[in-house]
T-cell receptor, first 109, second 116 residues
C-alpha cells in the first residue's frame, strides 16, 4: 500500500520562529490534506491541497504531486501552534485517508 | 467547512459491556463515512468504511464482529464496540466527506474510550 512519511518527527521552536514540515508519499494521490490535532484530540483541517500552493494567514502549504511531496510552512510561530501536525493522502478518491506518523511541534514562549 | 459531530466525547465502561459511538454529518449528506482508531502517541489508523444502506468494509486485522458498524441514513453512522476489553481502550474518530462535492474530509471530535 501507499506509504506516507513525515519529517521531522519532533520540532521545538521559540515563539516567533518559522518552520517547514515535510510529507513524502510513495505513489500518486488524488487528494492530500494537512491537519492540526489539538490537545483534546480534535483534528482541525488546515489545507486540502492535492497540488499547488495555498495560504491561510501564517500558514501555507505546497504540494508537488509529480515529485510526491508536500510542505507545510508555519511563520511567526505562536504557542497555540503547538500540537501534532498530520498529513494524510487519499489515493482512491473515496475519502479514505492514509495518515503519516505526524510531526509533534512545541512552541516555547 | 462541513460539520461532523461525534458523541460521546468520552466514555468509561466495564469489561464485557458494549459501547455505541455515533457520528453525524450535520450540514451535508454522506454516503460513506470512515472510522479510525488512534493509540496514544501514534497516528490514526483506518478501521473501516461505513457505507449507507450496505455492509461496512473492514481493514485487514479489524474484527468485524467486535466493531459493529451501522450506517442507516445519509447523516448517521454508528460504531459499537462489543464485549469491550481493556485493550480496546483508545481514541476513536470518524470522518465524512460531502459526496456531492467530492473534496476534503472532515472529522468528528473523537471519542476517548476507557475500558476498566
Amino acid at each position: 500500500g501507499i506509504q506516507v512519511e513525515q519529517s521531522p518527527p519532533d520540532l521545538i521552536l521559540q515563539e516567533g520562529a518559522n518552520s517547514t514540515l515535510r510529507c513524502n508519499f510513495s505513489d500518486s494521490v488524488n487528494n492530500l490534506q494537512w491537519f492540526h490535532q489539538n490537545p483534546w484530540g480534535q483534528l482541525i483541517n488546515l489545507f486540502y491541497i492535492p497540488s499547488g500552493t495555498k495560504q491561510n494567514g501564517r500558514l501555507s502549504a505546497t504540494t508537488v504531486a509529480t515529485e510526491r511531496y508536500s510542505l507545510l510552512y508555519i511563520s511567526s510561530s505562536q504557542t497555540t501552534d503547538s500540537g501534532v501536525y498530520f498529513c494524510a493522502v487519499d489515493w482512491s478518491n473515496t475519502g479514505k485517508l492514509i495518515f503519516g506518523q505526524g510531526t509533534t511541534l512545541q512552541v516555547k514562549p | 467547512g462541513a460539520v461532523v459531530s461525534q458523541h460521546p466525547s468520552r466514555v468509561i465502561c466495564k469489561s464485557g459491556t458494549s459501547v455505541k459511538i455515533e457520528c453525524r454529518s450535520l450540514d451535508f449528506q454522506a454516503t460513506t463515512m470512515f472510522w479510525y482508531r488512534q493509540f496514544p502517541k501514534q497516528s490514526l489508523m483506518l478501521m473501516a468504511t461505513s457505507n449507507e444502506g450496505s455492509k461496512a468494509t473492514y481493514e485487514q486485522g479489524v474484527e468485524k464482529d467486535k466493531f459493529l458498524i451501522n450506517h442507516a441514513s445519509l447523516t448517521l453512522s454508528t460504531l459499537t464496540v462489543t464485549s469491550a476489553h481493556p485493550e480496546d481502550s483508545s481514541f476513536y474518530i470518524c470522518s465524512a466527506r460531502d459526496h456531492s462535492m467530492n473534496t476534503e474530509a472532515f472529522f468528528g471530535q473523537g471519542t476517548r474510550l476507557t475500558v476498566v
